[in-house]
């Protein structure tokens, strides 16, 4: 069964104190992960998919970097606008169409503090 | 492009009571999800479609449940009867073959008293 898991489950910084989330998966055969933001009352809002071991990937003050077991989103001089759960989800190979589900993580929820 | 809609934004039923979620996917979007999330269980998949046809359906709980979709531009999933325990937010994302970002609408957020 794939499984993904997100660590820590709730990230407090300080503006400007970089840090990193990480995801790790177990899964029969990685299509793709991804990156979710999500804000309270809201639906995730898509930041990156990493595709293969070494890639990275980055958008502001994010970026994101993958393994053959986990990826690390990495945070930059954060502002208190980043403030938001985080979700990471991985997309398996499913018989003859990689078109499949995604499988998420619980979610880590950051908070930045001005 | 005005996203995936859903509607309602707010439900709140008795149990016991239908209970019936309306997805719009983005123009062109050829699958279409449908999430339920909770703080004990996250974000979990109930079914999707292709192209109008149900793929996977393994993650609907019960028979209570069920989803359609009659044409490419609309989608429902249905709860009858309503139970507390499916108190919870429902998204519902949509994507297009050859593009791997799903985009999520905004979520109906289910209360059953």
């Known amino acids: 069964e794939d499984q993904v898991t997100q660590s820590p489950e709730a990230l407090r910084l300080q503006e400007g104190e970089s840090s990193s989330l990480n995801c790790s998966y177990t899964v029969s055969g990685l299509r793709g992960l991804f990156w979710y933001r999500q804000d309270p009352g809201k639906g995730p809002e898509f930041l990156f998919t990493l595709y293969s071991a070494g890639e990275e990937k980055e958008k502001e003050r994010l970026k994101a970097t993958l393994t053959k077991k986990e990826s690390f989103l990495h945070i930059t001089a954060p502002k208190p606008e980043d403030s938001a759960t985080y979700l990471c989800?991985?997309?398996?190979?499913?018989?003859?169409?990689?078109?499949?589900?995604?499988?998420f993580g619980q979610g880590t929820i950051l908070t930045v503090h001005p | 492009d005005a996203g995936v809609i859903q509607s309602p934004r707010h439900e709140v039923t008795e149990m016991g009571q239908e209970v019936t979620l309306r997805c719009k996917p983005i123009?062109?979007?050829?699958?279409l999800f449908w999430y339920r999330q909770t703080m004990m269980r996250g974000l979990e998949l109930l079914i999707y479609?292709?192209?109008?046809?149900?793929?996977?359906d393994s993650g609907m709980p019960e028979d209570r449940f069920s989803a359609k979709m009659p044409n490419a531009s609309f989608s429902t999933l249905k709860i009858q009867p309503s139970e507390p325990r499916d108190s919870a937010v429902y998204f519902c994302?949509?994507?297009?073959?050859?593009?791997?970002?799903?985009?999520f609408g905004s979520g109906t957020r289910l209360t059953v008293v």
């Open positions: 123009s062109g979007h050829d699958y």
């Open positions: 994302a949509s994507r297009l073959t050859g593009r791997y970002g799903y985009t």
């Open positions: 479609f292709n192209n109008n046809v149900p793929i996977d």
């Open positions: 989800a991985v997309q398996v190979y499913a018989g003859g169409t990689s078109y499949g589900k995604l499988t």
